[in-house]
């Protein structure tokens, strides 16, 4: 759905429709699918792969980060903002801004105190809802978008002429995106197994790194498969496939998801945790070969449906806009059975409409909304154990390693930014001369 009507069902998949919605305007939803379909597979199959031999050490990794070190991570995560925010770097960090102001809405994550709310407004006490802000900003905001282009006549039907030969890429694009496969396998990998990290970290990362190390930068987010291939494959390999190492190992679990694997052991009598590689090692490997499995599920039934997918742009506007509202705002209030997430929802899709009128990018604020609670929660917790004195960070030698990291990529960020638009304005000069 983030690929064929810009609408991401999780998230991780808010990335994804950065590149893949541009190569669907373009006629490429075939291709644009495929590939997400094989890249997701080789990320799950990475890291199933990585867990099957590797898990005990990643957990043992996964066990030194302290609140210290996530808060790092959570600023580190925050540095990729510069790389995908386009054109403008001061308009990315300016929509960064406004979603952390949006974090701070609800009760206070440490205190329980209400912020920018009062006791009536049940419906904001804990923040804004997460599905319902992210279905507004992307798929309410393009139905908008798409009906005042239908009343401005600038809409054009799309017929899908593309003739889908291969439900799989073709060797010769499987050599071009296989080093962005690996990369992100491996990022999804070690962010995945952090507890209370996730893929949706994971994911631009792996965007904002496949960008930095691209040759030609300037074509991410026109619509190109390395860009998909980059958010794509973290979807299976930092989901819930590395979620489970801190489950199995660690006892905590990643997500909601495997929440409920956690109760579903819970209730056979198994309890997560290191001891269950020595006396449950059996269910554990069934476990890993289950993920396998689902991967390989996963890859027939993409294959099978590939090229009826890709019909769904064909269809007339005038009927997909309003079915794309309806199950948007059906999503919004299944979330919590509310009708003021569906409000919510409405909202934040006017104000992603207007945002993308004048080239605002939507991807800082999902990104700030995913890192501003886990920033500000972990930022407090170290301050109280450090008992105010913040500059204590500088022993760990791994909240100093993303420190570093986040700073070499907002420099090298900016720096790349700047080169594209210099080029950019080049090439518009030289046509107007």
Known sequence: SAILIHA??????????????????????????S????????GGVIGALVMTFLSPLVADMAMNFGPGEMFMLAVFGLSVIVAISGKSVAKGLISAFFGMLLCTVGLDPTNGIPRFITTKQTGLLD????????????????????????????????????????????WKT???????ILSGGLIGTFIGAIPGAGGDIAVFVSYGASKSASKHPELYGTGIMD???????????????DQVVPLLSLGVPGDSVTAILLGAFIMKGITPGPMMYVTELPTVYRVFAALM???????????????????????????????????????????NKNAFDVGVCVAFGIIGWLMNKYEFPLSPILLALILGPMCEKNFVRYMNIQRGNFFAITTSP???????????????????????NKRAAANAAQEKA
């Open 35 to 42: 590939v997400a379909m094989f890249a997701s597979f080789c």
């Open 8 to 33: 991401p069902g999780t998230p991780a998949a808010a990335a994804t429709l950065l590149d893949g919605y541009p190569m669907c305007k373009k006629g490429q939803a075939g291709k644009a699918l």
């Open 127 to 170: 923040g804004f809802q997460f599905i319902p802000t992210l279905i507004g900003l992307f798929a309410v905001s393009e139905v908008i978008a798409g009906v005042e282009r239908i009343i401005r006549g600038e809409e054009h039907e799309q017929k899908s002429n593309e003739k889908i030969t291969n439900v799989l890429p073709d």
């Open 293 to 335: 499995l689902a991967n390989l599920c996963m890859l027939v039934v993409g294959c099978l449906g590939v090229r009826f997918f890709a019909k769904i742009v064909s269809v007339e506007k005038k009927m997909l806009y309003p079915i794309i509202l309806v199950i948007s705002l059906l999503g919004a209030f299944s979330i």
């Open 398 to 420: 791994i909240a100093m390693v993303f420190a570093t990291v986040a700073i070499l990529v907002i420099v090298y960020s900016v720096y790349n930014q700047s080169k594209i």
């Open 174 to 180: 499987i050599k071009r995106i296989w080093p962005n």
């Open 227 to 241: 860009g998909v291939v980059a958010s794509d494959e973290l979807n299976s390999s930092s989901g819930n496939d």
